[in-house]
């Protein structure tokens, strides 16, 4: 597994992370638990009824024509499954989602954003997504090949495609609680996962931050060059330490009534790639996956407050 680099862009930024069981026989053993010493502590509620969510992430950029159109088969997909059943991560990736100023005869003041990240990188470089040619998508990253790509899906399709995700049963349940300090832009993220049945394999946490509300340039093949785009859902970095490819949070299997809670403090920086961070447009996409399919299980995102 690639530990992704935290860049010098947020250099001053705080990554830390915490982790204790609410079920387990063994006691704390996380030396980064002063790191989180003073956030809040946070109530989960009791949950009954539980949800299986899909995660499609839609790897896209703003010189792709048809990339608009994903976006607007996600959205549709979104609203036909309320309750956010249907969680969207975009990963800009690659030549397509790369700085090109005055593109398509416009101002050299068009076009410069760039909101490729690290983190984005290296899930494009293993999923070979822009390789591939964009838009592509990944559904809880399910039939990975490596040779066939078999995981990369086409937008054309996808209410076909993720029709059977979406009766699938859960079989843990996640929850994210956050608390955010406007004085010092620290937030702090609490990870419950609790497993509804018994599974086998080794499974890890990914905890990501994404942003809404972004405004620049896009091609798109139905309307031209758009000046005022609005790009949403946007990876902008990983809180967790790791990077890329998330926590340990299983080895072996969990047994059905298996409850974790892990704890991650973040400060957002000002600004990504130059781009300002805007707390209140921000969110967290937090899911578990299986380690040797690479498939998520589950998947959940939570509002900065």
């Not at 680099?5 to 992370?17: C, D, E, K, M, Y």
């Not at 969207?88 to 030549?95: D, E, N, R, T």
């Not at 994210?176 to 499974?203: E, M, P, Q, W």
Request: aromatic letters at 10%.
């Amino acid at each position: 597994m690639k530990k992704a680099i935290f860049t010098s862009l947020i250099s001053a930024s705080l990554l830390f992370a915490s982790c204790d069981y609410v079920s387990n026989p063994y006691p704390e053993k996380n030396a980064n638990i002063s790191d989180t010493a003073t956030c809040l502590s946070v109530t989960f509620p009791v949950v009954t009824s539980h949800i299986k969510k899909l995660l499609i992430e839609d790897y896209t950029g703003h010189t792709c024509p048809n990339c608009p159109r994903a976006a607007r088969n996600i959205d549709t997909l979104e609203n036909q499954h309320p309750g956010q059943q249907v969680i969207v991560l975009a990963i800009h990736a690659g030549s397509l989602a790369a700085p090109t100023p005055g593109f398509g005869g416009s101002s050299t003041n068009d076009f410069i954003e760039d909101y490729r990240t690290t983190v984005g990188n290296t899930y494009d470089a293993f999923f070979k997504c822009s390789t591939s040619g964009l838009p592509s998508l990944l559904e809880n990253r399910k039939d990975y090949n490596s040779v066939d790509l078999t995981h990369l899906k086409s937008y054309i399709s996808i209410p076909s495609d993720v029709a059977p995700y979406l009766t699938e049963p859960s079989v843990v349940d996640l929850q994210i609680k956050l608390n955010y300090d406007t004085t010092n832009r620290k937030l702090c993220c609490a990870i419950r996962d609790s497993f509804l049945t018994t599974v086998t394999g080794n499974y890890k946490l990914v905890s990501l931050l994404a942003q809404d509300s972004l405004i620049s340039f896009q091609d798109d093949i139905d309307h031209g060059l758009v000046s005022n785009y609005i790009f949403n859902h946007v990876l902008r970095d990983a809180i967790n330490p790791t990077g890329a490819w998330g926590e340990t949070l299983v080895t072996g299997g969990a047994v059905s009534g298996l409850t974790q809670i892990r704890h991650f403090a973040y400060t957002l920086p000002n600004s990504f790639n130059n781009i300002t961070c805007i707390p209140k447009n921000c969110k967290i996409v937090a899911f578990i996956y299986n380690t040797a399919t690479w498939e998520i299980i589950q998947a959940e995102e939570a509002i900065i407050p």
